[in-house]
Nanobody, 115 residues
């Protein structure tokens, strides 16, 4: 059973930083896409950043230059380093894994950017 466990959310002031982690288990993930999505209150879930098994990354325009997605393949873990956080970055952040034609989601972690 594939599981994704996220951690690292919390409350931070504008301009601050957080690092989210997502650990995947239950499979041998050699070819995959992993990413982070977020959902703000009253809004649809949106893609924030993705990384494929070959290492290529993609970012939403709203986070380019501020967020960095990375991975540690030895730990089946993906990270999202978030710098220069803004109030509009507030939301529940979900980890997503696309693997063997299936899509898996984590439980979500709350990120709140507020003074």
């Amino acid at each position: 059973q594939v599981q994704l466990v996220e951690s690292g959310g919390g409350l931070v002031q504008p301009g601050g930083s957080l690092r989210l982690s997502c650990a995947a288990s239950g499979g041998i993930f050699s070819i995959y896409i992993m990413g982070w999505y977020r959902q703000a209150p009253g809004k649809q879930r949106e893609q924030v950043a993705t990384i494929i098994s070959g290492g290529s990354t993609n970012y939403a325009d709203s986070v380019k230059g501020r967020f960095t997605i990375s991975r540690d393949s030895t730990k089946n873990t993906v990270y999202l380093q978030m710098n220069s956080l803004k109030p509009e970055d507030t939301g529940v952040y979900y980890c997503c894994l696309e693997w063997r034609r299936n899509v898996y989601w984590g439980q979500g972690t709350q990120v709140t950017v507020s003074s």
